[in-house]
C-alpha cells in the first residue's frame, strides 16, 4: 500500500459545528503532515507530526487541533470555524524521520474540500 | 529565509512541444529540491526529487537538474500530452522537514 488516504473527500459545515477530518497510511511513514491549500496558491503547512509527537505548528488558530492517535493515522478536528478557513485540506506522510525530516520526500493524500458556511 | 521562485502562467503549449518551467531557490545549505504535480481537484504527486549537486531526477519523461552554481532546478520534458496538463510546484525542504513551495505554475496542453 502506497498511498494516503483522506476522508471525507468533500465537506460543508457551518460555524457552530464540530467536524473532524481523518487521514491514513499505510507505509510505515513515523511523520505526518496537515497542509491547507487555498485556491491557486501553494500549500501553506499546518502541522508536523514526528513519531506521534506533534514538532512543528505554525501558528494555527485553536480552532483546528490535530491529532495523532497512532503512528499509521492522522486527524485534523474542527470547531467554530470562519468562512475563511474554507480551503483543500491535505495530508502527507514521509519515512522515518530520525535522519532528519529533511531528508525524506513527502507523499500527499487527495485531500478533503473544506467549505464553510 | 529560503525561497522558491518559478516561473508564472499559464503556460499554454500544443501537445507533443517541449515544456520548460524555470525554478530558482535561495537557501542556507544544499537542501534536496522537489518538483510536484498537481491534477485538477486532486491532491500533489512527488513528480521527481533531487538530494545534492548535479542530481538528475526523472520520472514521466520529465527532469529536472540540480544546478548549484545558478541555484536552479528547471523542469524539462521533450514531448507533452494533453494529459500533462496540470499546476506544476517547484519546492525545497529545510532542516525542519518544511517543504518551501514556489507560487505554482499552471500548464495547459491543447490537442
Known amino acids: 500500500d502506497t498511498e494516503v488516504t483522506q476522508t471525507p473527500k468533500h465537506l460543508v459545515m457551518g460555524m457552530t459545528n464540530k467536524k473532524s477530518l481523518k487521514c491514513e497510511q499505510h507505509?510505515?511513514?513515523?511523520?505526518m503532515y496537515w497542509y491547507k491549500q487555498k485556491a491557486k496558491k501553494p500549500p501553506e503547512l499546518m502541522f508536523v507530526y514526528s513519531y506521534e509527537k506533534l514538532s512543528i505548528n505554525e501558528s494555527v488558530p485553536s480552532r483546528f487541533s490535530p491529532e495523532c492517535p497512532n503512528s499509521s493515522l492522522l486527524n485534523l478536528h474542527l470547531h467554530a470555524l470562519q468562512p475563511e478557513d474554507s480551503a483543500l485540506y491535505l495530508c502527507?506522510?514521509?519515512?522515518?524521520?530520525?535522519?532528519?525530516?529533511?531528508?525524506?520526500?513527502?507523499?500527499f493524500g487527495p485531500g478533503t474540500r473544506l467549505t464553510v458556511l | 529565509g529560503n525561497s522558491v521562485t518559478q516561473m508564472e502562467g499559464p503556460v499554454t503549449l500544443s501537445e507533443e512541444a517541449f515544456l520548460t518551467i524555470n525554478c530558482t531557490y535561495t537557501a542556507t545549505g544544499y537542501p534536496s529540491l522537489f518538483w510536484y504535480v498537481q491534477y485538477p481537484g486532486e491532491g500533489l504527486q512527488l513528480l521527481l526529487k533531487a538530494t545534492k549537486a548535479d542530481d538528475k531526477g526523472s520520472n514521466k519523461g520529465f527532469e529536472a537538474t540540480y544546478r548549484k552554481e545558478t541555484t536552479s532546478f528547471h523542469l524539462e520534458k521533450g514531448s507533452v500530452q494533453v494529459s500533462d496538463s496540470a499546476v506544476y510546484f517547484c519546492a525545497l525542504i529545510d532542516s525542519w522537514g518544511k517543504l518551501q513551495f514556489g507560487a505554482g505554475t499552471q500548464v495547459v496542453v491543447t490537442p
Open positions: 507505509m510505515g511513514h513515523r511523520a
Open positions: 502527507a506522510s514521509s519515512q522515518d524521520p530520525s535522519g532528519g525530516l529533511s531528508y525524506n520526500e513527502q507523499f
